[in-house]
């Protein structure tokens, strides 16, 4: 798997990729379906800036177009991308509530 | 929205600008969106173009990168050419700066700043300059050897130690030698 190159677009990557987890999907789908499950709404410069970045990465791959608009699909290498980037998460949230918990005294 | 796209590169366009637009038709548009579209437009100009382009590409961009770096330090210049007219009359000046020293600190800097640039920009420019020049006179090309002679003509032209239409009381290196 390559490095993640993604920059500032990293959590707008992550939340494309989890997106698309769950079937392909063109762009305002993409948006719609973000804001729905995350309640973050992305701007069109964010999510194509971010597109541009996983299609290079090979994580994400374009379908033929459809009146205008074109689907996206996770591949292979973006499933394990998402994979390693939701254990870490999960990694982070479990110490997180370890943290608080032990914090509760107070 | 069709202009805010015309700010990508001819290569993200061809490639994303139909399915941008018809999202956009969908999107609300607020200011968030326009100043999205304008950082989205630097970063695809800085990262994308190159990439898909080639190295034909990348000459091209590098080769106007050099000309909007001249033009930004020819106007640089010209500021800085009026801000040496400040110690005229070098008397008035003078009289100015004997009560608040910091006018006489704050053109010294700019004075060095200036020379400093002057200096990287030659030094960064002349390989330039003479490449350009060889290749013209290899070439026979006559309009770039008129404009270079035209750019020296209109410099001795304007420098006040060849005559020119300044005085010499603007020029602190001539102030210095003289």
């Known amino acids: 798997m390559r490095k993640n190159e993604s920059g500032r677009f990293s959590d707008a990557s992550f939340l494309i990729l989890s997106s698309l987890a769950n079937g392909a999907k063109h762009g305002y789908a993409m948006m719609e379906d973000i804001l729905a499950f995350s309640g973050t709404q992305l701007e069109p410069g964010t999510l194509y800036g971010a597109i541009t970045r996983l299609e290079k990465q090979g994580w994400i791959e374009a379908l033929p177009t459809e009146d205008r608009r074109r689907p996206y699909r996770i591949t292979a290498e973006g499933v394990m991308a998402l994979r390693k980037q939701v254990a870490t998460l999960e990694q982070v949230a479990s110490v997180g509530r370890k943290r608080l918990a032990s914090l509760e005294g107070f | ?178």
């Open chain 2, 1 to 178: 929205m069709h202009w805010l796209l015309r700010l990508y590169p001819r290569a993200w366009r061809e490639r994303y600008e139909e399915e941008m637009l018809a999202l956009l038709e969908q999107h609300k548009i607020t200011p968030a969106t326009v100043v999205d579209l304008l950082i989205g437009a630097i970063d695809a100009n800085l990262n994308y173009s190159g990439m898909v382009e080639g190295v034909a590409g990348m000459v091209n961009r590098l080769r106007t990168s050099v000309v909007m770096v001249f033009c930004a330090f020819m106007l640089f210049g010209v500021g800085w050419s009026m801000l040496q007219r400040l110690t005229d009359p070098l008397n008035q000046f003078n009289a100015v700066a004997t009560y608040h020293p910091e006018f006489r600190v704050l053109f010294d800097a700019d004075f060095v700043a200036g020379c400093i640039s002057f200096l990287a920009f030659l030094i960064g420019g002349l390989p330039v300059f003479f490449i350009s020049l060889r290749r013209a006179i290899k070439r026979k090309q006559k309009n770039v050897l008129i404009a270079f002679w035209g750019r020296a003509i209109v410099f001795a032209g304007k420098h006040p130690c060849y005559g020119g239409i300044g005085e010499l009381a603007s020029c602190r290196v001539c102030i210095d030698t003289h």
